[in-house]
């Protein structure tokens, strides 16, 4: 069968039983519906199914919950398998440079992802999932796709998702639960973030911590002495910690404002919820510390006038995401950090300090290089006031068989403190 979309949304077609089928797709990487469709039960092994796949077929699942899982274990398991070994007279395979090593990594990580997004599940209209030994996870669809109106007709309103994204959407639902602990906000129970689906978790605690600690800007001959008073911009808040970690830094709560930033409208209703459970917002009109503006990048100048401090963590790597959660981690061109740093002078108060915070992994990648960042810096009408460098601490930095190991094991992230040239 062929895939169309309709006028409103991507359509996944099948036979079933000699009859024609169509459904909603569903897939938060933009991935089009699969061409091809087979419906598929318990009596599918792993090898066949790994076979289908790899041709770019679908399974669409109408067997066991629990036994489609385990296919897709099955189905991982296969994609993973090392190769095997090369005869000895073959000739040793050319060493790679750090950018062809990321580069296949890549297309490696999209393979891999395509492959195992083809075992698909059905939705009901309520979202639930009509299979035997299916989990309830209607919460969760309904924080990452929004409410549902029920359906009054049999088999109205179903849609179809790969299981590989109906499990990565329930893991960011334990995770929202959970919350994600930051040392920088102070002691437990106030000192979570819950991140929703969609919004990047802020699991790399070393650039908070260079954040918590960092000397605040001057204010004076005396700024040591003096409460922070000024404003302060956090460019693309995410889930808004870094606007949380500023605002228990701040002396004086009812002089000096954080303005939040952030186009996309999950990771605004995400900042929302955590700056409000921690206090920093929905206190009363006129005392919020936080305030959020929708924008790119700056908030209108007219509107909030020159900060004292602006805060932007941009994505570190420059290449293309091909998924949204990718856009926290990929940035094509540098589009972001290059428009943090040429509108950071206009932005910034004669006295106030720009902290970029961002990874050198770019760098060890051969992705970019130490002399263009610099370059930029230095064309925005800025000069570096001080760096301040932290090793990362996350698993993959220490594991010899991750395939980025050698720049992994090299990184550094840094706190740029820039002013006006």
């Known amino acids: 069968m062929n895939a169309t979309d309709s006028p409103s949304f991507p359509q996944l077609l099948w036979t079933e039983d000699g009859i024609a089928h169509s459904a909603r797709w569903r897939s938060e990487s933009g991935t089009p519906p699969p061409k091809r469709v087979m419906v598929a039960d318990d009596t599918l092994n792993a090898d066949t199914a790994y076979r289908l796949a790899a041709e770019g077929t679908a399974l669409l699942w109408r067997g066991d919950f629990q036994n489609a899982r385990q296919l897709l274990q099955a189905l991982a398991r296969r994609v993973d398998r090392k190769p095997t070994k090369v005869k000895a007279r073959a000739k040793p395979a050319p060493e790679l440079s750090p950018r062809d090593a990321f580069n296949l990594h890549r297309q490696a990580q999209s393979q891999r992802a395509r492959l195992l997004a083809m075992v698909v599940m059905p939705l009901a209209a309520d979202y639930s999932i009509p299979l035997r030994r299916a989990p309830d996870w209607r919460e969760a669809c309904v924080e990452a796709y929004g409410e549902v109106a029920l359906a009054t007709t049999e088999h109205a309103g179903e849609s179809m998702v790969s299981l590989r994204e109906l499990l990565g959407l329930v893991g960011a639902h334990e995770w929202r639960k959970k919350g994600v602990e930051i040392p920088a906000l102070g002691e437990e129970p106030d000192n979570r973030i819950h991140p929703h689906y969609g919004v990047f978790s802020p699991v790399r605690g070393e650039y908070l911590k260079l954040v918590a600690e960092a000397t605040l800007p001057a204010t004076g001959r005396k700024a040591h002495r003096k409460p922070f008073d000024g404003l302060v911009l956090d460019i693309g808040t995410g889930t808004g910690v870094l606007a949380a970690v500023m605002a228990r830094r701040m002396v004086s709560p009812n002089t000096a404002r954080i303005i939040a930033t952030e186009l996309d409208d999950r990771a605004l209703a995400c900042a929302r919820e955590n700056l409000t459970r921690l ?53 094509p061109e540098s589009r972001m950090l290059r428009g943090f740093l040429s509108g950071l002078a206009a932005h910034l108060a004669a006295d106030g300090e720009g902290w970029l915070i961002l990874s050198d992994l770019a760098e060890h990648l051969g992705l970019r290089t130490r002399a263009e960042l610099l370059a930029w810096i230095d064309a925005a009408g800025l000069k570096v006031v001080n760096r301040t460098d932290v090793r990362p601490q996350h698993p993959k930095a220490t594991d010899a068989s991750d395939p980025l190991f050698v720049a992994r094991s090299a990184e550094l992230t840094s706190l740029w403190r820039l002013s006006h040239a």
């Open 279 to 331: 206090g920093c917002m929905g206190s009363g009109p006129g005392v919020d510390q936080v305030e959020l503006v929708q924008c790119d990048l700056f908030p209108p100048l007219t509107t909030y006038g020159q900060a004292k401090l602006i805060i932007c963590n941009p994505p570190w790597l420059p290449a293309r995401p091909s998924t949204p959660i990718e856009h926290a981690v990929y940035d």
